[in-house]
Nanobody, 115 residues
């Protein structure tokens, strides 16, 4: 089993910043990638940012230049630094880990952005 625990969500004013963290534990032996997705009511979960085991990153167009994903391999933790937040960034953010083609998810953390 793989366990993902997110932290760092909350309420922030538009233009502000938040940093999300996701710590992985359990049967981890060959990570393909880790990342962050987000979801709002009535919409599909969408990729926000991802980082592969080799360090390559991928971002949704809507967050490029504002969000930065990073990883601490020693702690098996992934971070999402979110700057210049907009009301449309408000969502439940989910941590994701892909191992041998299997997707694992955290419980989600709420990000609220007030205008």
């Amino acid at each position: 089993q793989v366990h993902l625990v997110e932290s760092g969500g909350g309420l922030v004013q538009a233009g502000g910043s938040l940093r999300l963290s996701c710590a992985a534990s359990g049967s981890i032996f060959s990570i393909n990638a880790m990342g962050w997705y987000r979801q709002t009511p009535g919409k599909q979960r969408e990729l926000v940012a991802a980082i592969t085991s080799g360090g390559s990153t991928n971002y949704a167009d809507s967050v490029k230049g504002r969000f930065t994903i990073s990883r601490d391999n020693g702690k098996i933790t992934v971070y999402l630094q979110m700057n210049s937040l907009k009301p449309e960034d408000a969502a439940v953010y989910y941590c994701n880990l892909i191992q041998r083609g299997i997707y694992y998810w955290g419980q989600g953390t709420q990000v609220t952005v007030s205008s």
